[in-house]
């Protein structure tokens, strides 16, 4: 039987970034209580994907040094085949990949990656699965899966997975900065140093605080300890404003006026550094391919 006959479909996976993040206690599992503000970027990675009338899953390219079970692409489509095989339905698919966001990012890129299969495998499967059922599904692969599923900008809570969406939040301009290191989320999280109690916020304080730049990652201090270059990064986006770390790092952004402004700086930077710039979005672009605009 001929297993590439029908269309691809071709959907976003965002970046995010955390326009801020406190930790304010640890679980009894070691998992960490945050409170975050979540926004996306429009820019990230590329997914395609074409069903297939077996349930054979293939990845093009695969990413180099991770094996194929591992990659979270896989291991949400995984995911979503056991709920198709428990309704007697028979899926695979073959699945496309442009990466363009760097792995330990602090973007969000794996987990993005895992949201946009889920979703785009739920419509092509028409497995029917609400977004509230798929981000539980979700969290099992990563903290971050459910905020990509629901596909709002939104405050966030738990250990990410109480989330109130928030419409509303300024979409700035972004330049972002990504040092040539990794940053590893499991040894941050467990950092003697990490600060663990800083105090709960209500999110009415935590916007205001944002809406004012005053505001802080909990991770930044720990995560440029372990990685220099993530401080020394800060300190020339410092000069141009007030940059702060995305989730547990690598990467550091600086919200500017405009994107002539963000060219700008991005300028005066050493060429060696690797940076983008991208608008922030309230709405992910995942689900603007998927469902529309709202
Ligand atoms: C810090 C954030 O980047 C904020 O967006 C995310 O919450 C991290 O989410 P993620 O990369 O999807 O993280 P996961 O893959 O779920 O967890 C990696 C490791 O980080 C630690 N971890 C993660 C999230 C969390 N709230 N508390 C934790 O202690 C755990 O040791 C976990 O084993
Ligand atoms: N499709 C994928 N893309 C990126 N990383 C993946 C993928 N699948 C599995 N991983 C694993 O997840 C790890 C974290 O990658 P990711 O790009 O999501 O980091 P991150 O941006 O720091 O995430 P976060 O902000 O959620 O902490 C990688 O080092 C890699 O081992």
Same mark, same amino acid.
């Given at each position: 039987m001929d297993n590439n006959t029908t269309a691809w479909l071709t959907v976003p996976a965002?970046?995010?970034? #955390?326009?801020?993040?406190?930790? $304010?206690?640890?679980?009894?599992?070691?998992?960490?209580?945050?409170? $975050?503000?979540?926004?996306f970027l429009d820019y990230g990675d590329q997914l395609s994907f074409q069903i297939r009338t077996d349930d054979t899953l293939t990845l093009t390219p695969e990413i180099s040094g991770l094996n194929f079970e591992d990659n979270l692409i896989i291991k949400a489509a995984r995911s979503l085949q056991s709920h198709a095989n428990a309704r007697g339905k028979n899926c695979g698919a073959n699945i496309r990949l442009e990466k363009t966001l760097p792995m330990g990012g602090g973007l969000g890129g794996g987990s993005s990656d895992a949201a946009t299969t889920m979703l785009a495998?739920? /419509?092509?499967?028409?497995?029917?699965?609400?977004?509230e059922e798929l981000a539980k599904i979700g969290v099992k692969l990563g903290a971050d899966v459910p905020v990509f599923i629901k596909g709002q900008a939104c405050w966030a809570e738990g250990i990410g997975e109480k989330i109130?969406?928030?419409?509303?939040?300024?979409?700035?301009?972004?330049?972002?900065? !990504?040092? #040539?290191?990794? &940053?590893d989320t499991k040894e941050i999280f467990s950092h003697k140093e990490l600060t663990r109690d800083s105090q709960i916020l209500n999110m009415r304080h935590a916007l205001e605080g944002q809406a004012a730049n005053n505001s802080r990652n909990d991770c930044q201090l720990?995560?440029?300890?372990?990685?220099?270059?993530?401080?020394?990064?800060? #300190?020339l986006l410092n000069k141009f404003g007030s940059a702060k770390m995305t989730g547990t790092g690598a !990467? /550091?952004?600086?919200? /500017?006026? &405009?994107? #002539?402004?963000? $060219?700008? /700086?991005?300028?005066?930077?050493?060429?060696?550094?690797?940076?983008?710039i991208a608008k922030g979005t309230n709405l992910s672009s995942a689900h603007k391919v998927l469902f529309g605009s709202v």
């Amino acid at each position: 039987m001929d297993n590439n006959t029908t269309a691809w479909l071709t959907v976003p996976a965002p970046a995010k970034l #955390n326009l801020m993040l406190h930790i $304010t206690g640890r679980r009894e599992d070691g998992y960490h209580e945050l409170q $975050t503000i979540f926004q996306f970027l429009d820019y990230g990675d590329q997914l395609s994907f074409q069903i297939r009338t077996d349930d054979t899953l293939t990845l093009t390219p695969e990413i180099s040094g991770l094996n194929f079970e591992d990659n979270l692409i896989i291991k949400a489509a995984r995911s979503l085949q056991s709920h198709a095989n428990a309704r007697g339905k028979n899926c695979g698919a073959n699945i496309r990949l442009e990466k363009t966001l760097p792995m330990g990012g602090g973007l969000g890129g794996g987990s993005s990656d895992a949201a946009t299969t889920m979703l785009a495998l739920n /419509v092509l499967w028409q497995l029917e699965l609400s977004l509230e059922e798929l981000a539980k599904i979700g969290v099992k692969l990563g903290a971050d899966v459910p905020v990509f599923i629901k596909g709002q900008a939104c405050w966030a809570e738990g250990i990410g997975e109480k989330i109130i969406p928030l419409p509303d939040l300024a979409e700035n301009w972004f330049l972002v900065a !990504c040092p #040539n290191v990794h &940053s590893d989320t499991k040894e941050i999280f467990s950092h003697k140093e990490l600060t663990r109690d800083s105090q709960i916020l209500n999110m009415r304080h935590a916007l205001e605080g944002q809406a004012a730049n005053n505001s802080r990652n909990d991770c930044q201090l720990v995560a440029s300890k372990l990685n220099p270059e993530i401080g020394k990064t800060l #300190n020339l986006l410092n000069k141009f404003g007030s940059a702060k770390m995305t989730g547990t790092g690598a !990467c /550091v952004f600086l919200s /500017v006026a &405009s994107e #002539n402004k963000a $060219t700008q /700086v991005a300028n005066k930077l050493p060429a060696e550094l690797t940076t983008f710039i991208a608008k922030g979005t309230n709405l992910s672009s995942a689900h603007k391919v998927l469902f529309g605009s709202v």
